[in-house]
């Protein structure tokens, strides 16, 4: 499976973003994976940022971006998005997506599969 994201930048705070995540493989199901975002900055740990299930009908969100980000599936093209609204300066880091197949959610870093290889997103003035 490969997890390829992308649609980062640089951005001046407030304003919107949104990330996207196609995934690929040859015996790969998008539907058969719950997916999620995750964010890491240097030196610190990667976080959780939102996650959904399946079919889409269920999502969650970490606090820090609830309100503000949006996560979505289009099965149609095995992608899984990220609408980052009201970007802020502490949102900068690295974002990476990932793929899960046991859990019908997952938020835990540890109980994702596979991830993609992160895009840089930079909220400055």
């Known amino acids: 499976v490969q997890l390829q994201a992308s649609g980062g930048g640089l951005v001046q705070p407030g304003s919107s973003l949104t990330l996207s995540c196609t995934a690929s493989g040859g015996d790969f199901t998008f539907t058969d994976y719950s997916m999620g975002w995750f964010r890491q900055v240097p030196g610190k740990e990667r976080e959780f940022v939102a996650a959904?299930?399946?079919?889409?009908?269920?999502?969650i969100y970490a606090d820090s971006v609830k309100g503000r980000f949006t996560i979505s599936r289009a099965s149609t093209k095995n992608t899984v998005y990220l609408q980052m609204d009201n970007l802020q300066p502490a949102d900068t880091a690295v974002y990476y997506c990932a793929a899960e197949r046991i859990l019908p959610i997952a938020t835990r870093e540890r109980e994702y599969d596979y991830w993609g290889q992160g895009t840089q997103v930079t909220v400055s003035s």
């Open positions: 959904i299930n399946r079919i889409g009908g269920s999502t």
